[in-house]
């Protein structure tokens, strides 16, 4: 399926979306020949109602400033968002009011009806909890952006985290418009990390995407005791790999969360432009 509409993922509150995330998705957008809209979640804190906070350290009036300090990042990402984005490229724009701290339930209720949403990492307290929730929730792949560190945003070099799982598959699907852009494709399964003998194996993943018009390759690599999703990452270092493509959480989430595993991996620390679909 081919993606023409992207929505990006922008935050108003402590730290605001920089600009690069904005420049990046541009970037993509235009080489996707999609459309972009911007979801911008402005956090708003309820005030406390507590008349002894108030007394002793004003704490509406605190409040009331960081709301203000919100308030106003967030009309800044907007208009960033309406100069940056031509009109040949322009989507929608979502206003997102969240209380307390950045949440993704409403941005996941509209993003059900975009191809992509896009995620940039840089640093914000709630990036993974929102990916998390958007992977779940809104039933689209997620791309998980770190700063690309100034180059255009290419991916000539798709890197296919595979492990013959139901999210694996799905993220196959999902990606294959990358995949036939890409002037390299290649198959990674991480060996050692976990039983994969009735898993699909990796020459019907070629054959598959053979059918696609994409000549991919296929490689193993042992996990030697590392994390698979740390593996995928090692790997696409050394071999110029742009885009990791992932299913996202093929265990539990739980499981995930208490045992490690290679989505939460990647989560913490990307590397790279990470596709995850769930």
């Known amino acids: 399926m081919p993606v023409r509409d992207i929505i990006l993922q922008m935050n108003s509150y402590p730290e ?7 420049e990046a998705a541009v970037s993509l957008a235009q080489g996707c020949g999609a459309r972009l809209s911007a979801g911008v979640c402005e956090v708003y804190i309820p005030p406390v109602s507590n008349w002894l906070a108030n ?20 009309k800044t990402l907007l208009s960033q968002f309406s100069s940056t984005v031509g009109a040949d490229l322009v989507g929608e724009t979502l206003l997102i009011r969240c209380p307390g701290s950045v949440t993704h339930w409403q941005l ?15 640093g914000h307290q709630n990036t993974i909890a929102m990916t998390e929730g958007l992977i779940f929730e809104a039933g689209r792949p997620v791309l998980l952006l770190p700063e690309p560190g100034g180059a255009p945003l290419r991916f000539d070099h798709v890197v296919i985290g595979w492990d013959g799982s139901r999210a694996a598959a799905r993220a196959l699907a999902d990606s294959l418009s990358f995949c036939r852009a ?12 976990k039983d994969l003998s009735k898993a699909a194996p990796v020459s019907d993943v070629v054959r598959h ?55 939460r991996s990647v989560l913490e ?3 790279l432009p990470i596709f995850l679909s769930h």
């Not at 191809?115 to 940039?120: E, N």
């Not at 593996?231 to 299913?247: A, H, T, Y």
Request: proline share 4%.
């Open 16 to 22: 605001p979306t920089p600009g690069w995330a904005l």
């Open 269 to 271: 620390a990307p590397k």
């Open 209 to 263: 995407l053979g059918r696609h018009d994409v000549a991919a390759e296929a490689i193993e690599i042992p996990a030697d005791g590392s994390d698979a999703g740390l593996v995928l990452q090692s790997f696409c270092e050394r071999s110029g790999g742009d885009l990791l493509v992932m299913g996202a959480y093929g265990h539990s989430r739980v499981r995930e969360f208490v045992l490690g595993g290679a989505t």
């Open 108 to 122: 996941a209720a509209k993003a059900c009806a975009y191809d992509l949403i896009v995620v940039p990492v840089y």
């Open 55 to 74: 007394k002793l350290v004003n704490a509406d009036g605190m409040i009331a400033a960081e709301n203000h300090k919100s308030s106003e990042n967030a």
């Open 182 to 193: 890409a002037s390299k494709v290649t198959i990674a399964s991480v060996t050692k990390d």
